[in-house]
């Protein structure tokens, strides 16, 4: 009877071991490389779902503050309708001429501060809008159209957008 393990043996167990551990290591690099591909995608995704809800938001503007025209600038600050704003059920038709909604003016302003911010000054809430966006030029096109030009740090780049939107009441 044989006590204790022999070199060979322990020389294979040595051997599988380090397979084991080369899988694993080559395992956990594969994870990692895909959870990074899946975060930048979704950082992506982010930029342009807030591009597109600040497209939106633009699209309900009833008077542009900033920027005027062929006059650059750094923010934008519009005014609309108070969303919340409730109307008569039915609400005539034609409204009255005396019906005065300047009291109910929402002025909503985006400016850079450590990201894009969206400032209601209605209600004095301010918040970032959307983080890592080291640029903001708006401009009012001669064609009536919004162009805001935003430079956006994703990870280790920076990223370059521009967003088109036609004010409707202009």
Same mark, same amino acid.
């Given at each position: 009877?044989?006590?204790?393990?022999?070199?060979?043996?322990t020389l294979?167990? #040595? !051997?599988?071991?380090?397979?084991?551990f080369s899988l694993v290591a080559?395992?956990?690099?594969d994870l990692r490389r895909d959870f990074?591909?899946?975060?930048? !995608?979704?950082?992506?995704?982010e930029v342009l779902a807030s591009l597109l809800r600040l497209s939106q938001e633009l699209k309900s503007a009833s008077q542009l503050v #900033? @920027?005027? @025209?062929?006059?650059? !600038?750094q923010?934008?600050?519009?005014?609309?309708?108070? @969303?919340?704003?409730?109307?008569?059920?039915?609400?005539?038709l034609p409204p009255p001429l005396t019906w005065d909604l300047s009291g109910q003016q929402q002025e909503i302003r985006y400016f850079?501060?450590?990201g894009l911010v969206r400032q209601d000054r209605l209600s004095g809430q301010s918040l970032t809008y959307l983080s890592g966006v080291q640029s903001c030029d708006a401009q009012l096109l001669p064609d009536g159209r919004l162009q805001m030009l935003l430079n956006i740090r994703l990870?280790?780049?920076?990223?370059?957008?521009?967003?088109?939107?036609?004010?409707?009441l202009l």
């Open positions: 009877m044989r006590r204790g393990v022999s070199l060979g043996e294979i167990t #040595l !051997a599988l071991m380090s397979v084991m080559l395992f956990c690099s990074q591909v899946d975060q930048k !995608a979704d950082r992506e995704s #900033l @920027p005027r @025209p062929s006059q650059p !600038a923010e934008v600050v519009f005014r609309r309708l108070n @969303p919340s704003l409730t109307w008569p059920d039915p609400v005539p850079l501060d450590q990870e280790e780049r920076q990223q370059s957008f521009r967003l088109l939107t036609r004010l409707p």
